[in-house]
């Protein structure tokens, strides 16, 4: 199975602005996540997308391929499928839509949800790590519930699933799942997700991926063992990267 990796990129963000290219141990944050996401072999081909032409000169300038892409997509969703709709970018059988505020993004995830849909066989693809109550309970964790076959059900910053006997705790053991939001497509669900409308449930819980969901494409979640480090939105998260860098690669500038 042939698969592309692509990471959307845009200086638009308000609550780290530039935040692409804002420097994690010295070297612009995108930079860092494809750097993450080449040398995790699981892509043959790893593209940064952008509309700003100060990213675009950034990442080429340590090496990586870019796309320039339309400003106008809400979502990058859109931007990674207008990558993987050009003839230069066709023949591939999976696409993985890795974040550009993921430098610590989990290999086990990209692998897990490339998996779903190059060798499981689901149109779509993501990862979700087993968690503690402490996440449950927390509306900036995003959740999901899957069916036996490993199918989404669904996914909110709600408590789901919701114990209603508190009496019998246990219930929930092996059943929180943090969803880790890394996807992976089929080209032609890829392009079928972004030509539908935005659905309520999207627009209620700010959560993209229910737009496949509700029009019925199955997304097949990999179990992992570890979430992995946070993603990069804030001034303070951008601290926090920066003092974890080098734990979390020992002997890297």
């Known amino acids: 199975m042939r698969t592309l990796a692509v990471i959307p990129a845009r200086l638009g963000a308000t609550r780290l602005p530039r935040k692409p290219l804002r420097l994690l141990a010295g070297i612009p944050l995108v930079v860092r996540v494809w750097e993450r996401v080449r040398d995790s072999g699981i892509a043959e081909r790893c593209v940064v997308a952008t509309d700003s032409d100060e990213v675009a000169t950034a990442a080429r300038s340590y090496g990586a391929e870019v796309a320039m892409t339309s400003p106008d997509h809400p979502s990058g969703t859109d931007r990674v499928a207008e990558v993987a709709g050009r003839p230069e970018f066709s023949g591939y059988d999976a696409i993985i839509n890795v974040q550009g505020d993921e430098p610590f993004v989990a290999v086990d995830a990209l692998r897990g949800a490339t998996e779903m849909v190059a060798q499981r066989g689901f149109p779509l693809g993501t990862a979700a790590a087993l968690a503690g109550l402490e996440v449950l309970m927390d509306p900036n964790v995003v ?56 659905h309520p449930f999207e627009r209620i819980e700010r959560l993209e991926q229910l737009r496949p969901l509700a029009a019925g494409l199955a997304m097949g979640v990999a179990c992992i063992g570890d979430a992995g480090l946070r993603g990069i939105d804030t001034e303070d998260d951008l601290i926090r990267a920066n003092a974890e860098w080098t734990t979390f690669n020992p002997g890297q500038n």
């Not at 246990?170 to 969803?179: A, E, G, K, N, P």
């Open 143 to 198: 959740k999901v519930v899957a069916a036996d076959d490993g199918r989404a059900m669904y996914f909110s910053r709600a408590t789901i699933p919701f114990l209603r006997d508190r009496a019998d705790a246990s219930l929930l053991r092996d059943h929180i799942w943090q969803h880790v939001g890394v996807y992976a497509y089929s080209p032609e669900a890829l392009s079928q997700w972004v030509a539908l409308p935005p």
